[in-house]
């Protein structure tokens, strides 16, 4: 099985190198600045190329790693493409995925690709950190079951979690990540705020951060609700909103978050 | 140093454990459950009591570990024992300490207590987890140099990480552990119900929470804020919005986070 990589940017250079690893041949990798396409093929031994129109489209599977907004386009000039080399039969036809928890597989519609999927890593991917793909679910879809079968098998070689996901749970599941990922970071950066402000170091902080996130294994987080707002501690309550006095943005926060927690717990 | 402990409860109980194993004797621990004060004795040598007035006033350190809003009346007994010792002389008046983030010093105005101080290990504690105090900061504070001193090598003793912090630090960081812990905990409820209501297991988030929390040793979490707000990807946040039709709770944290990121990331 061949694979093309489109994109190289978070996403696509750690996808590519966790299939690499795993014993999955990545012939090309494409990005529009070849110097990109370079660091990544470099990692997988594949061919990097910054001209679309050179990819292979006789792969088994060409993944579309690349700006949400992008896949589309992307897309459409693959069928040409796939349509234009005389040389594929119909029935040789590549599988095309995009890699994106937010798009649905209606984004193909009216491309004139007949094979059409989605390889979505659920995991937040910076340059910087190396991710493990065994600790990585894999959410797929495919427009018909021989593919998803292809791609429920390729998935199960980077990672134990492989999870069969519609359009519509695969958008409620992104919905939830940006709850739980961008919102618990905002979060983050207020308690970051909070301390720069009176000069203490946001590493203290930062213990706590990750028990909260590691004893989710041990239990559901509704069970696990903690602090004044669960425990209808009013006295403290009142004392966090006047320390929160000059951060009027945080104090409206605070009130949400209070007012939700009490009725859920309530 | 012989230390009594006022409290069996999670933070008690799991301080006690921690004293003990960096050889520290732990005489007595109180409950006002004898079964609980026995359990957690057990564990460290002490004699558990359930009657207060049976306390060694004697001891170098009192640590009172239960609920904030006894520990005044905690400390007001206490120190009715202490003046009642004759065989105590002034000089060796014990050091009484809580260990709440959100009670300040002055909870020991009037008690008539000397030598008073804040032992405060900033981490949540659950019955079942059983927690690493080399990763847990101890903040520290007393009302005199001398016992200062004392709180911060007795710190040290079981964590590395040791901060004195006086009262309105100490208050700053409780609120921002509100925010970092408690409100990013309803946000993974938040996580969870909306997977709950599409049929899908909530561990599919769980490496992604992990992460996110993981990643902010490599970073500020300003600078690593992700997601549709930050990118103002104006599309996938409609398309969030709508499908968040039918929590129009989630709906408004939603709107939130949303403006709050864009204004920050602006």
Redesign the interface.
């Known amino acids: 099985m061949k694979i093309v990589l489109i994109g190289a940017g978070n996403v696509g250079y750690h996808l590519g190198i966790a299939l690499w690893q795993a014993g999955v041949e990545i012939s090309q990798v494409f990005s529009r600045k070849l110097e990109k396409a370079a660091v990544s093929a470099q990692k997988t031994g594949a061919i990097p190329l910054d001209d679309l129109a050179k990819i292979d489209v006789t792969a088994s599977v060409i993944i579309i790693a690349v700006h949400?907004?992008a896949i589309g386009e992307v897309a459409r000039q693959i069928a040409n493409l796939v349509s234009a080399a005389s040389a594929v039969a119909p029935s040789a036809f590549p599988l095309i995925t995009h890699t994106s928890g937010?798009t649905p597989l209606s984004v193909f519609e009216r491309t004139g690709l007949r094979r059409v999927g989605v390889f979505y890593p659920?995991?937040?991917f910076?340059m910087?950190?190396q991710?493990d793909f065994s600790?990585?679910?894999m959410?797929v879809d495919a427009n018909n079951a021989e593919d998803l079968g292809l791609l429920i098998a390729l998935a199960k070689r980077i990672s134990p979690?492989v999870?069969h996901?519609d359009d519509?749970?695969r958008?409620?599941?992104?919905?939830?990540?940006?709850?739980?990922?961008?919102?618990?970071?905002?979060?983050?950066?207020?308690?970051?705020?909070?301390?720069k402000?009176?000069s203490?170091?946001?590493?203290?902080?930062?213990?706590?951060?990750?028990?909260?996130?590691?004893?989710?294994?041990?239990?559901?987080?509704?069970a696990?609700?903690?602090?004044?707002?669960?425990r209808h501690?009013e006295?403290?309550i009142r004392?966090?909103l006047d320390?929160?006095e000059k951060y009027p943005?945080?104090r409206?926060?605070?009130h949400?978050?209070t007012d939700?927690?009490q009725r859920?717990i309530t």
């Open positions: 949400d907004d937010a659920l995991q937040t910076s910087g950190r991710p600790q990585i679910p959410c979690t999870q996901l519509r749970q958008a409620m599941v992104h919905v939830a990540a940006v709850f739980v990922n961008n919102f618990t970071n905002h979060l983050y950066t207020i308690g970051e705020t909070i301390l402000n009176e203490i170091p946001f590493e203290l902080l930062l213990p706590l951060i990750r028990e909260t996130a590691a004893k989710l294994s041990a239990g559901s987080p509704a696990m609700q903690t602090g004044p707002a669960a501690d006295a403290t004392r966090h320390f929160l943005a945080y409206e926060l605070y949400i978050f939700r927690i859920v």
